[in-house]
């Protein structure tokens, strides 16, 4: 089974920077990982998605530009970069281990559980105006 433990939330103000990281008890160079988040009230979106290697990425809309995903298979890590925090960013993110290769920015409600190898518990993330 799978574990995947997210770190690196906390409460900052808007404009500023975190960097939430993910330690996979497995080996995950040949998988495509992501990251969700969910806001209270809202369902659940990918934000964004790495695939084996490090230069097939995706991102909603709503934080190209801003946030950066990448891994380091060595340390069996993912990453999410995220800069120019906004209040609307605020949320719980997960990462995700995927059994599917996205390209492009997948829907979160078009999964279901047999889609991901496993997810954490999330690290909660509140960006104040």
């Known amino acids: 089974q799978v574990h995947l433990k997210e770190s690196g939330g906390g409460l900052v103000q808007a404009g500023d920077s975190l960097r939430l990281s993910c330690a996979i008890s497995?080996?995950?160079?040949?998988?495509?990982m992501g990251w969700f988040r969910q806001s209270p009230g809202k369902d659940r979106e990918f934000v964004a998605t790495?695939?084996?290697?490090?230069?097939?990425?995706h991102y909603a809309d709503s934080v190209r530009g801003r946030f950066t995903i990448s891994r380091d298979d060595a340390k069996n890590t993912v990453y999410l970069q995220m800069d120019s925090l906004k209040p609307e960013d605020t949320a719980v993110y997960y990462c995700?281990?995927?059994?599917?290769?996205?390209?492009?920015?997948?829907?979160?409600?078009?999964?279901?559980?047999?889609?991901?190898?496993?997810w954490g518990q999330g690290t909660a993330v509140t960006v104040s105006s």
């Open positions: 497995h080996t995950v160079t040949t998988w495509s």
């Open positions: 995700a281990w995927l059994n599917f290769r996205p390209e492009r920015i997948p829907r979160y409600s078009d999964y279901g559980p047999t889609d991901f190898g496993g």
């Open positions: 790495i695939n084996e290697g490090t230069e097939d990425t």
